[in-house]
């Protein structure tokens, strides 16, 4: 069977085409800031497929995804355009198979459960650290979705600082506002946090910093400090997580991971010692390809939809 992937990401999108778990070519595209067009998308799908038809279609967007309509209901600031789109219809009509719609941390840990970091495990969590936090859950081999759509993947908007900035997302003192690349941003901007010379240097060479930035330049005390305070906040979620999941691994993922050697260690120390007293010390893995989990556990979704159809006949 052959399965298409999208992943909607907040910076590209990525797009994939597997032959059950096996992956047989992928491609990406700039997001345009949240507002490329599904036509590009489509075309893009459509040199892949080579003329193939896909058997399932699965699709990952930055946000709550409605568990009846399966359509993006809410993802602040990303894809405002496909706010309450029918993706599954617009798929339907453009491929002829009806896709199923996922939140993208949520496909992420379906992809390192079916094929990868966390393969085996029936209780885990994920924290996706990038320009956002991302987190996803599983109890008993089955993903938290919840009655509205919103379990398990809101735990970087818990309050972890009550005098913190609002975010986008309405919440006071976020993780998400606090610890991520784009509130180093807006940060610096307001000039909430100090900045050393090297940093600063890059600042001034007119490209974005991100967290890399901060891990590379830890040696100035200012970048330090700074990512210090990002792990006790990136610990601060994820024992949330383990509190409220009981998972026996913690999946780490996202783009600060390429600085895996350094944050690891020290967020795995954080959480260890701030658990609940009685609380299991999970395990830590991180994806190998971290870019291809979120398109892996999309191809487990189409498959299964794709098998239940032939099964059950359309739905």
Not at 51 to 79: Q, T
Not at 87 to 102: D, K, N, Q
Not at 178 to 193: D, K, M, N, Q
Request: charged share 20%; net charge negative.
């Amino acid at each position: 069977m052959t399965q298409l992937t999208i992943d909607l990401g907040g910076t590209a999108v990525k797009l994939g085409v597997f032959d059950a778990n096996r992956l047989l070519d992928s491609a990406e595209l700039a997001a345009a800031d949240g507002r490329l067009v599904l036509d590009e998308v489509a075309a893009a799908a459509d040199r892949m497929l080579r003329g193939a038809r896909a058997d399932g279609i699965a699709i990952a967007v930055p946000g709550i995804v409605d568990p009846e309509s399966r359509r993006l209901v809410a993802a602040h600031g990303k894809y405002a355009a496909l706010h309450g789109v029918d993706l599954a219809e617009w798929s339907h009509a453009r491929f002829g198979v009806p896709a199923v719609v996922e939140n993208d941390a949520r496909a992420a840990l379906i992809g390192e459960m079916s094929a990868g970091s966390a393969h085996g495990a029936r209780d885990a969590v994920l924290i996706a650290l990038g320009t956002g936090i991302g987190t996803a859950a599983a109890i008993d081999g089955r993903i938290i979705r919840g009655a509205h759509g919103h379990a398990g993947v809101l735990s970087g908007h818990v309050t972890v600082d009550l005098d913190g900035p609002r975010c986008p997302c309405g919440n006071l003192g976020c993780a998400e506002a606090l610890a991520s690349t784009w509130a180093l941003g807006e940060a610096i901007a307001r000039r909430a946090v100090s900045i050393g010379p090297e940093l600063a240097r890059r600042l001034g060479a007119e490209r974005a910093i991100g967290i890399r930035d901060l891990v590379e330049t830890r040696n100035e005390p200012e970048s330090a400090a700074v990512l210090e305070r990002y792990v006790r906040v990136w610990g601060a979620v994820v024992v949330g997580q383990c509190h409220a999941f009981d998972p026996t691994v913690v999946v780490v993922t996202g783009g600060v991971m390429r600085s895996r050697d350094v944050v690891l260690p020290a967020l795995v120390e954080y959480v260890h010692e701030h658990l609940w007293s009685s609380s299991f010390r999970p395990a830590f893995v991180t994806p190998e390809a971290p870019a291809l989990s979120v398109l892996r556990g999309l191809a487990a979704l189409a498959l299964d939809s794709a098998t239940a159809r032939d099964t059950h006949g359309p739905r």
